[in-house]
T-cell receptor, first 112, second 116 residues
Framework: QKEVEQDPGPLSVPEGAIVSLNCTYSNSAFQYFMWYRQYSRKGPELLMYTYSSGNKEDGRFTAQVDKSSKYISLFIRDSQPSDSATYLC????????????FGSGTRLSIRP | DAGVIQSPRHEVTEMGQEVTLRCKPISGHDYLFWYRQTMMRGLELLIYFNNNVPIDDSGMPEDRFSAKMPNASFSTLKIQPSEPRDSAVYFC??????????????FGSGTQLSVL
C-alpha cells in the first residue's frame, strides 16, 4: 500500500463548477500537507500548504486537512479553464529532514 | 531569479549509453532534490542534498544511478549504463530549508529522458 493515495482522474468539469480533489494517507507522522499544481511539460509548483489539521483559504482555493481520518482535500471555487492541470498532494513529517511524499496526481480539465 | 534551471530539456539515447542530467538551483537555497516522474509510479524522490552533502539516497534505484553536487550552484544526476526502464521525466528542485520552509520546493522544468 502506498503511503499517499490519490485518484489519478481524469476529472472533467464545466467552467464555474466547484472542484474537490482528495488524498488519503497512512502515515500518522505526517504534519505538513501541501498541494502542488503541475501544468503540462512543466515542473510542479506549490499552490498551498497547511500545518496539522484545519482549513486554509487562498482566493478561490481552500485546503482542508482531517488528521483523524487521514484525509486531505483541495477545493477550487468558480473553476476556470486556466485551472486545468495535474494536482499533486504532498506531505511530510515534522522534522525538516523528513522526506516529502507525493501523491500520484489528479488530472483536472475545466471545460469552457 | 531565473528559477531552477535544468538541462538538457530532452534527451534521447540508446540503451547502454551514459546519460548526465544537470541542474542549477536557485541561488541561496541550501536543499537540492532529484525526483523522477512516471505515469506508473508518480513523483519519486531519488536523492537530496543539504549544503552540497548527500543526505538521503535511498530512492536511487540502482548503482547505475549516481548524483553529485560539487558546489552550491550545480548538481548532476548520472545514469550509466542507461536502460529503457529509466525513461521518465527527471526533475530537480531546490528549497530554503530554514524553519518550516522546506516544504516549499521550487521545481525546474524537467528533463524528458527516453532510452531506446
Amino acid at each position: 500500500q502506498k503511503e499517499v493515495e490519490q485518484d489519478p482522474g481524469p476529472l472533467s468539469v464545466p467552467e464555474g463548477a466547484i472542484v474537490s480533489l482528495n488524498c488519503t494517507y497512512s502515515n500518522s507522522a505526517f504534519q505538513y500537507f501541501m498541494w502542488y499544481r503541475q501544468y503540462s511539460r512543466k515542473g510542479p509548483e506549490l499552490l498551498m500548504y497547511t500545518y496539522s489539521s484545519g482549513n486554509k483559504e487562498d482566493g478561490r482555493f481552500t485546503a482542508q486537512v482531517d488528521k483523524s481520518s487521514k484525509y486531505i482535500s483541495l477545493f477550487i471555487r468558480d473553476s476556470q479553464p486556466s485551472d486545468s492541470a495535474t494536482y499533486l498532494c504532498a506531505m511530510r513529517g515534522y522534522s525538516s529532514a523528513s522526506k516529502i511524499i507525493f501523491g500520484s496526481g489528479t488530472r483536472l480539465s475545466i471545460r469552457p | 531569479d531565473a528559477g531552477v534551471i535544468q538541462s538538457p530539456r530532452h534527451e534521447v539515447t540508446e540503451m547502454g549509453q551514459e546519460v548526465t542530467l544537470r541542474c542549477k538551483p536557485i541561488s541561496g537555497h541550501d536543499y537540492l532534490f532529484w525526483y523522477r516522474q512516471t505515469m506508473m509510479r508518480g513523483l519519486e524522490l531519488l536523492i537530496y542534498f543539504n549544503n552540497n552533502v548527500p543526505i538521503d539516497d535511498s530512492g536511487m534505484p540502482e548503482d547505475r544511478f549516481s548524483a553529485k553536487m560539487p558546489n552550491a550552484s550545480f548538481s548532476t544526476l548520472k545514469i550509466q549504463p542507461s536502460e529503457p526502464r529509466d525513461s521518465a521525466v527527471y526533475f530537480c528542485a531546490s528549497s530554503h530549508g530554514q524553519g518550516r520552509a522546506n516544504e516549499k520546493l521550487f521545481f525546474g522544468s524537467g528533463t524528458q529522458l527516453s532510452v531506446l
